[in-house]
T-cell receptor, first 114, second 112 residues
C-alpha cells in the first residue's frame, strides 16, 4: 500500500520556467511533509518541509504548498535552473512523539532544459 | 557532505552470503534510520533506532537485522542474500525523532 504517491515519474521544464512537482498521500495521520532532492550516486538531500498547521512554506526559489483536505502537496521551483535536474522525493511523517519514520514516494525525475 | 558516513560504498557478494553495512551518524544525532532503494523504486523504510533502542520497524525481512551501538553508530546485517536484495541501502540520522533526516551516500549492494 503506497501511502505517499508521486504519480509523475518524470517532468521536463525549460530553464527559467516554473517546475511543479506533485505528491498525494492517503494516511490522515501524517502531519509533517518534506521534499528531498537526489542526484545520481548521492544520498537524498533535504530541501524543504512543511508542518500540517501551515499551508505554505517558502525558501528562496522553492515553495511547498499543502492542501490537507485534498491530501495533496506540491513543490514549486521558480525559476527552474539546470542544476535543479535531479530526482525529487516527497516524504511524510506521522510523529507519534516517540518514533517517527519518513514514508517516501517513488520520486519524480526533473529535467531542466536549456 | 551530510555528515553521515556509510561504509562500504560498494559491495559485491554471492547469493547465500552475509554482509554488514555500517553507518556513522552526524555528530550528536541520536536517531538512525535505514532505507532500501531498489531499481527505480522509492525509498523503503526498513528500521529506526533511537539512542540504542529500536523505535520503528518497516518492511524489513527476517533475514535482515540491525543494531545501534553505545557510540551511536549502526550496523545493518543482511543474511542468506538473494538476487533481489541487490539495492542501494541508505542510512540517515536526525537529532531526535521529529526532525528532518540527513542521508549518507548509500551502500550499493550487488548480489550475484
Amino acid at each position: 500500500d503506497q501511502q505517499v504517491k508521486q504519480n509523475s515519474p518524470s517532468l521536463s521544464v525549460q530553464e527559467g520556467r516554473i517546475s511543479i512537482l506533485n505528491c498525494d498521500y492517503t494516511n490522515s495521520m501524517f502531519d509533517y511533509f518534506l521534499w528531498y532532492k537526489k542526484y545520481p550516486a548521492e544520498g537524498p538531500t533535504f530541501l524543504i518541509s512543511i508542518s500540517s498547521i501551515k499551508d505554505k512554506n517558502e525558501d528562496g526559489r522553492f515553495t511547498v504548498f499543502l492542501n490537507k483536505s485534498a491530501k495533496h502537496l506540491s513543490l514549486h521551483i521558480v525559476p527552474s535552473q539546470p542544476g535543479d535536474s535531479a530526482v525529487y522525493f516527497c516524504a511524510a511523517s506521522a510523529n507519534t512523539g516517540t518514533a517517527s519514520k519518513l514514508t517516501f514516494g517513488t520520486g519524480t525525475r526533473l529535467q531542466v532544459t536549456l | 557532505d551530510s555528515g553521515v558516513t556509510q561504509t562500504p560504498k560498494h559491495l559485491i557478494t554471492a547469493t547465500g552470503q552475509r554482509v554488514t553495512l555500517r553507518c556513522s551518524p552526524r555528530s550528536g544525532d541520536l536517531s538512525v534510520y535505514w532505507y532500501q532503494q531498489s531499481l527505480d523504486q522509492g525509498l523503503q523504510f526498513l528500521i529506526q533506532y533511537y539512542n540504542g533502542e529500536e523505535r520503528a520497524k518497516g518492511n524489513i525481512l527476517e533475514r535482515f537485522s540491525a543494531q545501534q551501538f553505545p557510540d551511536l553508530h549502526s550496523e545493518l546485517n543482511l543474511s542468506s542474500l538473494e538476487l533481489g536484495d541487490s539495492a542501494l541501502y541508505f542510512c540517515a540520522s536526525s537529532p531526535h525523532t521529529d526532525t528532518e533526516a540527513f542521508f549518507g551516500q548509500g551502500t550499493r549492494l550487488t548480489v550475484v
